[in-house]
């Protein structure tokens, strides 16, 4: 296959923007997925109801870089909506992320705005935690006590990723987002939206270039000795590019369960999530992010799942350890100038869908440059 300039495994998000790069610097390029559909694990499809469904459970494009948002601007149109999102803690709908509303709800308080601070640090000085080695427990309660980390973390964190809260990274919990306002969005980034004609349609954009050529239903693994391009883009799995040559890296996978009901609406918000009760981490109803009418609705049941598709890493010090060995056979691979390694399976590295655009936009700029 020499009439292709560079080989691209993979067309999710990171593969399909790569992609559209280097065709437009003038390189014929191959893309070539395991998949029968294009667009990874974003991939949404209308059923028979008109209901748009993402096949691999709710995706919400958001970002503060503009050059990112432009980007996609490029390929589809956005509408303007705003995620909000409700927690089903005893027994009630709550707002979520952390809000002003949230804790006058909960707790039965009348908090001013300037309260909110000062009632989350009385909240953190009477909670244990450990500051020095601080584990996903530790970074929570740290910012807003334990029992708020109780009733909205824990035991989705322990539903998720199927272990003890103590033994994830701090960095899983990052920055929890608190407002000291009634702002119940989901997310606070500049820039957020919906693809008019979904994430599919854009995509199929993205690769709609003379030259690209997407080969699907194909294992990159089985054709790899038969291409000679100038460079390899992997999207993939980190450890099975390597035949698993430092061990196995643990990924997290979400079973979906699509249910449709004959009435309007189901939940009184887009996504519900379910920290404490049932097996399910959240239900996701379509319609309420797409605007789409219909006399029927669709949800999603989302389950966390040790097998199936490789969704999320692990972020304990096991992997982490993994994740370095392998990445030393990287960096001598891509100083070669022949690969790149990118995406949130390759890089072993989680991201939102913005910021894997954004890692491949500067990946392949560099590579462009050298």
Request: net charge neutral; aromatic share 14%.
């Amino acid at each position: 296959m020499d009439l292709y300039d560079i080989v691209i495994a993979g067309c999710g998000l990171s593969g399909a923007t790569s992609a559209r790069l280097l065709a437009e610097q003038g390189y014929k390029v191959l893309v070539v997925e395991q998949k029968k559909h294009i667009g990874g694990q974003i991939y949404d499809y209308r059923n028979e109801h008109g209901i748009t469904l993402h096949r691999y459970g709710p995706h919400i494009f958001h970002t503060k870089i503009k050059q990112v948002w432009d980007f996609v601007n490029r390929f589809s149109e956005f509408s303007n909506f705003q995620h909000h999102v409700l927690s089903f803690v005893e027994g009630n709908f709550i707002p979520f992320p952390i809000n002003r509303q949230t804790l006058n709800l909960l707790f039965g308080e009348n908090l001013k705005t300037k309260d909110v601070s000062v009632f989350l640090q009385q909240e953190v000085q009477k909670s244990e935690y450990n500051p020095s080695l601080p584990s996903f427990r530790d970074a929570v309660v740290s910012q807003v006590g334990a029992r708020l980390y109780t009733l909205f973390f824990e035991k989705y964190t322990e539903k998720q990723w199927n272990c003890n809260p103590d033994t994830l990274s701090s960095e899983l919990a990052g920055r929890i987002p608190v407002r000291d306002n009634n702002d119940c969005r989901y997310f606070s980034d500049k820039y957020q939206g919906m693809p008019v004609n979904g994430y599919t349609a854009m995509v199929n954009n993205m690769l709609a270039h003379e030259n690209i050529h997407v080969l699907l239903g194909c294992n990159y693994e089985s054709i790899k000795n038969q291409l000679s391009a100038k460079l390899c883009v992997y999207t993939g799995e980190l450890d099975r590019f390597f035949d698993y040559r430092f061990g196995k890296l643990t990924y997290r996978s979400v079973k979906v369960e699509f249910k449709t009901y004959e009435q309007e609406l189901f939940q009184p918000a887009p996504v519900v999530n379910y920290p404490n009760d049932y097996d399910y981490t959240r239900i996701t109803e379509f319609k309420q992010m797409t605007g789409e009418k219909s006399n029927k609705t669709t949800v999603c049941y989302e389950y966390p799942s040790d097998d199936g598709l490789p969704f999320y890493t692990m972020p304990n010090q096991e992997n982490q350890h993994l994740r370095e060995l392998y990445m030393k056979e990287v960096k001598q691979l891509e100083m070669t100038g022949k690969y790149l390694f990118i995406g949130r399976l390759a890089e072993y590295k989680y991201y939102n869908m913005d910021l894997a655009i954004e890692s491949a936009m500067k990946r392949i700029g560099l590579w462009l440059k050298h």
